[in-house]
């Protein structure tokens, strides 16, 4: 057995019975990052020096046997500003930010925890694609086949964790970039309820959509980390002030009488038969765990990827003005006056994608078209945030698959956004509702791809939503399942 | 709604302070027509009477206290900067 096999409570009673160390652990990660990471390129800068130096810090300190973090080598995402660790967004305009200022909130809320940052994370770049094809170094591949993609755009945090390279990952979600990645990779990711997690340092995307959040391998697992970076910040003025609940409540109760909605616009046309199979089986799991199900309707669900597009680049327009080559990152050199300085240092580095989402944004903002295409999309948010309010009156949690297909191959739809943004279909939605989203592993395509389950509750109720992930878990081995990549110590 | 043209592509790119070759000017109006088009999906909705959405909590403006604070030293400021001269950041010339 590896000592990934274990979970985050297991690897605690082993180093409360020093049968292993910090320093294995971290070992552990870096070997395995050594072993694989060419093949997967999940990790797009190392800290290596600073975990080993955090490891024999740590190793003085009596264990906290209360705390499930102690110790464990993590994986952040690479929008999240890490104090004097290169952040870079996967953006070449970001390729010598070798000396963030300061932590992310999470970041420092993990430190608190004195868990071990390994490295950072690729992603598609600023966090905009769904394939990690986007990022200005090298594409993430999916541990389970490298032919195909990771998904995105924390494509990066859902492979470094199925390939075994961290105990634990962070990611980001503005339209499913911590979901479907999940999906793809078979692991556990949570977009948590907007509001709930700090976006203090996150590099911004969209502002009313973007979330923090934990990819793990286990629903406790993921848990775990949640309780460790939720509750309300004075740095985040979005973050909202409730108190956080013991998620490991959600472990003792089981399923028996929980009422599940099952969108019919979820399985519909256009979702691929395997998907939809695995889908029904675990609706199935859930019977037989004495839960009940029912077809409902979130009618608007339709028009949710248009409005998320226009929201979303239009948001990200003015975020990244914010990118002009004077207090931070890379200048061009090719200029010769202020507004050439701005221009070419934001053309030379910024990537397609990126320029296509700002370019959409600005028209969208822009005089004559504000009404027609900014606000519009502004009122059908609210009609779909109405859909997810009302089936919520009558339904615990609503169930369905993360993604309408598994993992895509490397180039197949990359020229083609439109194609490419459809992917996010299932998990648009729920950023545009601001309520939260688990994906889980639910089973495997005859490829052998993983496919994920799509768990969404009601605003604040992350409980509700482990308790049901954690019930189909304990009741299926989906999760056990590891990709064989370079031969799994 | 009528899709985008090559002159608008070329206004919001200066607007949004991004240098595009002519060729980019091609792809980025037929891409961008393609999106925008799509986008049209939603007239579909009568959104008449309906409230735009900004934000999904029930939050109000959060104010604190206009007091300076320590945050961060100016050395600090600057040390990411591409191009730094007596403790502040330079820029080529704004008037030519």
Same mark, same amino acid.
């Given at each position: 057995?590896?000592?990934?096999?274990?979970?985050?409570?297991?690897?605690?009673?082993?180093?409360?019975?020093?049968?292993?160390?910090?320093?294995?652990?971290?070992?552990?990660?870096?070997?395995?990052?050594?072993?694989?990471?060419?093949?997967?390129?999940?990790?797009?800068?190392?800290?290596?020096?600073?975990?080993?130096?955090?490891?024999?810090?740590?190793?003085?300190?009596?264990?906290?046997?209360?705390?499930?973090?102690?110790?464990?080598?993590?994986?952040?995402?690479?929008?999240?500003?890490?104090?004097?660790?290169?952040?870079?967004?996967?953006?070449?305009?970001?390729?010598?930010?070798?000396?963030?200022?300061?932590?992310?909130?999470?970041?420092?809320?993990?430190?608190?925890?004195?868990?071990?940052?390994?490295?950072?994370?690729?992603?598609?770049?600023?966090?905009?694609?769904?394939?990690?094809?986007?990022?200005?170094?090298?594409?993430?591949?999916?541990?389970?086949?490298?032919?195909?993609?990771?998904?995105?755009?924390?494509?990066?945090?859902?492979?470094?964790?199925?390939?075994?390279?961290?105990?634990?990952?962070?990611?980001?979600?503005?339209?499913?970039?911590?979901?479907?990645?999940?999906?793809?990779?078979?692991?556990?990711?949570?977009?948590?309820?907007?509001?709930?997690?700090?976006?203090?340092?996150?590099?911004?995307?969209?502002?009313?959509?973007?979330?923090?959040?934990?990819?793990?391998?286990?629903?406790?697992?993921?848990?775990?980390?949640?309780?460790?970076?939720?509750?309300?910040?004075?740095?985040?003025?979005?973050?909202?002030?409730?108190?956080?609940?013991?998620?490991?409540?959600?472990?003792?109760?089981?399923?028996?009488?929980?009422?599940?909605?099952?969108?019919?616009?979820?399985?519909?046309?256009?979702?691929?038969?395997?998907?939809?199979?695995?889908?029904?089986?675990?609706?199935?799991?859930?019977?037989?765990?004495?839960?009940?199900?029912?077809?409902?309707?979130?009618?608007?669900?339709?028009?949710?990827?248009?409005?998320?597009?226009?929201?979303?680049?239009?948001?990200?327009?003015?975020?990244?003005?914010?990118?002009?080559?004077?207090?931070?990152?890379?200048?061009?050199?090719?200029?010769?006056?202020?507004?050439?300085?701005?221009?070419?240092?934001?053309?030379?580095?910024?990537?397609?994608?990126?320029?296509?989402?700002?370019?959409?944004?600005?028209?969208?903002?822009?005089?004559?078209?504000?009404?027609?295409?900014?606000?519009?999309?502004?009122?059908?948010?609210?009609?779909?945030?109405?859909?997810?309010?009302?089936?919520?009156?009558?339904?615990?949690?609503?169930?369905?698959?993360?993604?309408?297909?598994?993992?895509?191959?490397?180039?197949?739809?990359?020229?083609?956004?439109?194609?490419?943004?459809?992917?996010?279909?299932?998990?648009?939605?729920?950023?545009?509702?601001?309520?939260?989203?688990?994906?889980?592993?639910?089973?495997?395509?005859?490829?052998?791809?993983?496919?994920?389950?799509?768990?969404?509750?009601?605003?604040?109720?992350?409980?509700?939503?482990?308790?049901?992930?954690?019930?189909?878990?304990?009741?299926?081995?989906?999760?056990?399942?590891?990709?064989?990549?370079?031969?799994?110590? | 709604?009528? +899709?985008?043209?090559? $002159?608008? =592509? %070329?206004?919001?790119? /200066?607007?949004?302070? @991004?240098?595009?070759?002519?060729?980019?000017? &091609?792809?980025?109006?037929?891409?961008?027509?393609?999106?925008?088009?799509?986008?049209?999906?939603?007239? +579909?909705?009568?959104? $008449?009477? =309906? %409230?735009?959405?900004? /934000?999904?909590?029930? @939050?109000?403006?959060?104010?604190?206290?206009? &007091?300076?604070?320590?945050?961060?030293?100016?050395?600090?400021?600057?040390?990411?900067?591409?191009?730094?001269?007596?403790?502040?950041?330079? =820029?080529?010339?704004?008037?030519?």
């Amino acid at each position: 057995m590896s000592l990934f096999d274990y979970t985050l409570k297991e690897l605690q009673e082993k180093l409360h019975k020093k049968e292993i160390t910090i320093t294995d652990l971290v070992d552990a990660s870096y070997e395995r990052i050594n072993e694989v990471d060419d093949q997967v390129h999940a990790f797009l800068t190392l800290n290596e020096e600073g975990a080993r130096e955090k490891a024999n810090e740590l190793e003085k300190l009596a264990h906290e046997q209360d705390n499930l973090l102690f110790g464990i080598p993590a994986g952040i995402k690479d929008n999240l500003v890490t104090k004097g660790l290169r952040t870079t967004c996967a953006s070449q305009l970001l390729d010598n930010f070798n000396d963030p200022l300061y932590n992310a909130t999470v970041v420092d809320r993990l430190e608190d925890k004195n868990t071990v940052t390994i490295g950072k994370l690729n992603m598609d770049e600023f966090a905009m694609g769904s394939s990690n094809e986007n990022s200005s170094y090298a594409a993430t591949r999916n541990p389970w086949n490298t032919d195909y993609v990771p998904g995105g755009s924390s494509g990066g945090s859902a492979a470094a964790v199925a390939a075994n390279e961290v105990f634990f990952s962070l990611g980001s979600d503005t339209g499913g970039s911590i979901r479907q990645p999940a999906a793809f990779c078979g692991v556990v990711g949570l977009k948590p309820t907007y509001g709930l997690v700090s976006r203090f340092g996150l590099v911004a995307f969209a502002s009313s959509l973007d979330q923090v959040g934990p990819i793990t391998r286990t629903v406790e697992d993921n848990a775990h980390v949640l309780q460790a970076i939720a509750g309300h910040d004075k740095m985040d003025s979005t973050s909202a002030n409730l108190e956080v609940p013991n998620y490991s409540d959600a472990f003792k109760e089981d399923v028996k009488g929980l009422k599940i909605a099952v969108p019919k616009e979820y399985l519909q046309e256009g979702i691929d038969p395997e998907v939809k199979e695995s889908v029904l089986q675990a609706l199935k799991v859930y019977e037989d765990l004495g839960a009940t199900w029912e077809e409902v309707s979130l009618p608007h669900s339709k028009y949710a990827v248009a409005a998320y597009y226009l929201l979303s680049s239009s948001e990200a327009s003015a975020n990244l003005a914010r990118f002009d080559g004077v207090r931070y990152g890379v200048r061009s050199e090719n200029a010769t006056n202020m507004l050439d300085m701005f221009k070419l240092s934001r053309s030379e580095g910024f990537g397609d994608e990126v320029k296509r989402r700002i370019m959409l944004g600005t028209f969208a903002l822009s005089s004559g078209y504000y009404d027609a295409y900014y606000k519009k999309a502004q009122k059908v948010r609210t009609l779909i945030k109405d859909d997810f309010e009302k089936v919520f009156e009558d339904y615990d949690v609503i169930i369905g698959p993360t993604t309408p297909t598994p993992a895509f191959k490397v180039g197949e739809i990359i020229d083609d956004p439109l194609t490419m943004y459809a992917n996010d279909i299932l998990t648009i939605p729920v950023n545009l509702a601001g309520v939260p989203g688990m994906s889980l592993p639910c089973g495997f395509s005859s490829e052998g791809l993983p496919i994920g389950l799509q768990i969404i509750g009601k605003h604040f109720d992350e409980t509700t939503i482990y308790r049901t992930a954690y019930a189909f878990e304990q009741a299926t081995d989906h999760h056990k399942k590891r990709p064989t990549l370079g031969g799994a110590k | 709604m009528s +899709e985008i043209s090559k $002159e608008q =592509v %070329k206004h919001v790119a /200066h607007l949004a302070r @991004l240098a595009i070759t002519d060729e980019e000017v &091609e792809t980025m109006t037929k891409q961008l027509g393609d999106i925008i088009n799509y986008a049209t999906l939603l007239n +579909e909705l009568d959104t $008449e009477d =309906v %409230k735009p959405t900004t /934000h999904v909590l029930d @939050l109000k403006n959060v104010m604190r206290k206009d &007091e300076p604070r320590k945050w961060i030293e100016k050395e600090d400021a600057l040390k990411n900067a591409p191009d730094v001269k007596d403790g502040q950041f330079r =820029v080529p010339s704004i008037l030519e």
